[in-house]
């Protein structure tokens, strides 16, 4: 399904399309937060992706809940946003030799992650409230919750800690 052929013809088929969209980026973040934990020296930024990556575990199970609810096949469509933003982010790591400077480098490019899921699921919220699926909404607003808790707790750990030792 693309824009080019003319599938979408309702905010309810835009309303699945984003959320095959969003399903395909939490399945491409599930893949790439386990090298993130590898690849951070800092212990507690190791422990913020950890934990992370348990939550888009829950993320994907609740967009499959949401499929559920609304009777349509849980299926991904690509979704090239996120993967320019992991391209881009295993770039500027590849790049990096000081493992404190690298730390910085992981922190920033997860908060772009956290950003865009924000963005996302920000609008589907909105549009499963338009389209009276008060139900897709809640399930959706919690994955969101995390999100922000998880960009929040990425900016304090940052500010803190992270870019101190990186400067
Ligand atoms: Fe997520
Ligand atoms: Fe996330």
Redesign the pocket.
Known sequence: MGFFSKDIHSLDDLFVHTLRDIYYA?KR?LKALPTMVETASSATLRQAFQS?LG??EG?VKRLEEVFRLLGVEARTVKCPAIDGIIAEAEEVASEVADPEVLDAALAAA?QA??HY?ITRYGTLIAWAKRLGRNDCATALQR?LD??KA??AKLTSLAEAQVNMRAA
């Open positions: 939490e973040i992370h939550e888009t993320h997860a992650v956290e899921e994955t995390e999100e998880a960009d």
